[in-house]
């Protein structure tokens, strides 16, 4: 739902949501006991979604987040019917993402719980291992009445041989094997797959990485024409083991050998140039050797003067053009994707005259998009490795062709006793291993378990926190944080950004202990929100919360006077969720909305647009189901005797485009 909500206050504290108190019944206010329902979803009080959380706490966790968490893990049981058999229309698999059909015939009892089950390596199922994916064989229509289907279903290469088996009661009954295909054999193991770029240690280091089942001899190589890439580096390998997972599935049955992952720096780019490379193994079959060649955009340089555009998404997960995710709940995680390819082709307009337009009216160069930031909830793998692999093949378009910063979040890095919320097992016992394997960021140390971090980029400063590690005060994270904020030069990176998972502002009202949206977002106002104020911080980004909201530049629950043109002397920050990647919305608001919350929309799925110049930044917010913008947040900096590029030329034409396009929930306003 769109809209832009009343207003009250809820400025409230909870005692019984901080760290060291049990939340059982907590106090809260009148106001915030009733609320009209939003429309096209069910009115919810807050004593039922309490209790609704009370119970699935105590209960442990009941909801699916992958589709492979609802197949009965453990052995199968062998029942095989004489007549079944299953074929496929290709001998191998010769590359990710291709495509193949599965033709089941001869079942003479077909049942409505009858699942195609992909197992890789080809003998998993045997071992008690889950499948990598699966689909009910009553997808094609003539399966119920005739016993006999067939399906087309995309493969990734996961580097070993698979296999197609019949599964009868695996959707929460007691599973059997009915049928088995052959093994299908994997041609090319060694693929360079999952290559995704990544922000080096300094501005002039870009770092690439991929994947491949063998070590061998990986090397990347770059030049600025696709024809002369005379630099050659070589790349470090790493790999991860079942024995460095926390717990169960991701130590047994969703366990999969993650491969040979390589990982290049190439160094010492000049700024704001298109580089071209090829990634390859100088002891691999020719067909291996390199990778068709990608380009990317340097880092853009630092200060007030340039002008650079990044896009944003988090809690996203995987969806499968086959289908066989539709069911669960990420499958619009695929349009998601599409529409930031699409973005990425496309590039930004530019703020006015900055973009490039001629004074005799020609159209303004087009702005590329420099990075993506992704704030958490990744694949929601959740101990599932396969989901790994797709997403990545998944983003490939985007990440090969721009770098992706980062933030841990609860779904990679939870498991009790190792990680700040202790009861949590939201990671599936991948406890952070994968992802910090998959995703090495510019981490100040190489601590095994540390992950905040910070860079500049154009006229910003990023920070970005771990909220699934200690961020109280007196903890390292904390003490870095600090000491982070306090050493930007707003001269030189104007704008002033916080990254990280869980948001500190959510309109929510699940408070249960200890990890409820608002119980979490308390603790991290209490801990955090004086470090905003002192150090003028712009806007934080998180997500979490599955659904889009924006507040006003708010300080301890208040709006700040003229917070739509907010600037330093305001002291108020903008929060910014936009946990709408692809993961099932979560309609659970106040019955009133808090009086911060300026716009808010529980109904869509998308990602968002982030602008900035040195006096100005523009953030757009999408829907991916038709690429609209419904929701556009400016914020500007103080006056100055000089002015930057696109200052109030790119304010002005983005107050004309507000108002002739007509989009009431437009925020622009001068400082």
Request: hydrophobic share 35%; glycine share 10%; with cysteine.
């Amino acid at each position: 739902m769109t809209r832009k909500s009343p207003r009250y206050n809820i400025n409230v504290e909870l005692e019984c949501c901080r760290r060291d108190h049990p939340c059982t019944s907590p106090a809260l206010p009148a106001q915030m006991a009733q609320r009209p329902h939003r429309a096209g979803l069910s009115a919810m009080t807050l004593a039922t979604a309490v209790l609704l959380a009370i119970l699935g706490f105590v209960a442990g966790d009941m909801q699916y987040h992958n589709y492979l968490e609802k197949f009965p893990s453990g052995l199968l049981p062998l029942e095989k019917e004489h007549d079944v058999s299953i074929h496929y229309n290709a001998t191998s698999l010769q590359h990710s993402g291709d495509w193949v059909e599965v033709s089941v015939q001869g079942v003479a009892r077909p049942h409505r719980d009858d699942i195609l089950a992909l197992y890789a390596p080809a003998d998993a199922h045997l071992h008690g291992a889950a499948p990598v994916k699966y689909e009910y064989v009553r997808a094609d229509a003539r399966y119920l009445k005739h016993g006999h289907a067939t399906l087309s279903l995309r493969l990734i290469n996961l580097r070993v041989d698979m296999r197609f088996v019949l599964v009868r009661g695996g959707d929460g009954g007691t599973p059997k094997l009915v049928g088995e295909g052959p093994v299908l054999p994997n041609a090319n193991p060694n693929e360079l797959t999952g290559i995704h770029l990544m922000p080096g240690h300094r501005p002039v280091d870009m770092l690439v990485q991929w994947t491949t089942r063998d070590v061998g001899e990986p090397f990347v190589r770059f030049g600025t024409a696709p024809d002369d890439l005379r630099f050659a580096i070589p790349a470090t390998t790493e790999t991860y083991s079942r024995r460095e997972m926390c717990g169960a599935p991701a130590s047994g049955a969703g366990w999969l050998d993650p491969g040979a992952l390589h990982t290049a720096v190439m160094a010492g780019l000049t700024p704001d140039t298109r580089y071209y490379y090829v990634v390859g193994d100088a002891q691999g079959a020719p067909h291996e050797r390199t990778s068709a060649p990608r380009s990317f955009l340097s880092h853009p340089g630092v200060g007030p003067h340039l002008s650079v555009s990044v896009l944003g998404v988090a809690d996203q997960g995987v969806g499968e053009p086959d289908g066989a995710l539709a069911a669960m709940e990420y499958q619009p995680a695929l349009a998601v994707a599409a529409r930031m390819l699409a973005d990425a082709r496309a590039g930004h307009a530019g703020f006015g005259a900055e973009g490039g337009g001629d004074a005799d009216g020609r159209a303004p160069r087009r702005q590329p998009y420099r990075m993506v930031l992704h704030n958490g909830d990744i694949s929601y793998a959740r101990g599932y490795g396969a989901l790994w692999d797709t997403f990545l093949f998944q983003q490939r378009a985007v990440l090969e062709a721009m770098p992706a910063a980062t933030s841990i979040a609860n779904h990679e890095r939870d498991w009790p006793g190792q990680a700040f919320y202790r009861t949590s097992d939201d990671s599936g016992g991948e406890c952070g291993v994968p992802y910090y394997k998959r995703f090495p960021m510019p981490r100040p140390n190489l601590a095994p378990d540390q992950a905040f971090y910070s860079f500049d980029f154009g006229p910003a400063h990023f920070a970005v926190m771990s909220s699934e590690h200690d961020y109280t005060a007196g903890s390292p994270q904390h003490l870095w944080l600090a000491g982070d904020l306090a050493a930007v030069d707003r001269e030189r990176t104007p704008w002033l950004i916080l990254m990280g998972h869980r948001p500190l502002y959510i309109d929510a009202n699940d408070f249960y202990w200890p990890t409820g949206k608002q119980t979490t977002a308390i603790q991290l106002q209490t801990a955090l929100e004086y470090l905003l104020r002192e150090h003028a911080v712009d806007l934080v980004l998180a997500g979490h919360h599955h659904s889009y909201q924006r507040t006003c530049a708010v300080h301890k629950g208040r709006c700040m006077k003229h917070s739509h043109g907010h600037h330093r002397s305001h002291h108020g920050t903008v929060h910014v969720c936009f946990g709408h990647g692809g993961a099932d919305l979560t309609p659970n608001g106040f019955d009133e909305t808090p009086t911060w919350i300026d716009y808010e929309n529980m109904e869509v799925h998308g990602h968002i647009r982030l602008h900035m110049n040195g006096t100005h930044l523009h953030m757009q917010a999408l829907e991916s189901a038709g690429g609209t913008v419904f929701d556009e947040l400016w914020l500007t900096q103080p006056q100055k005797k000089h002015k930057h590029r696109a200052g109030a030329e790119g304010l002005q034409a983005a107050e004309q485009a507000a108002r002739t396009s007509g989009r009431a929930d437009a925020r622009v306003a001068a400082a």
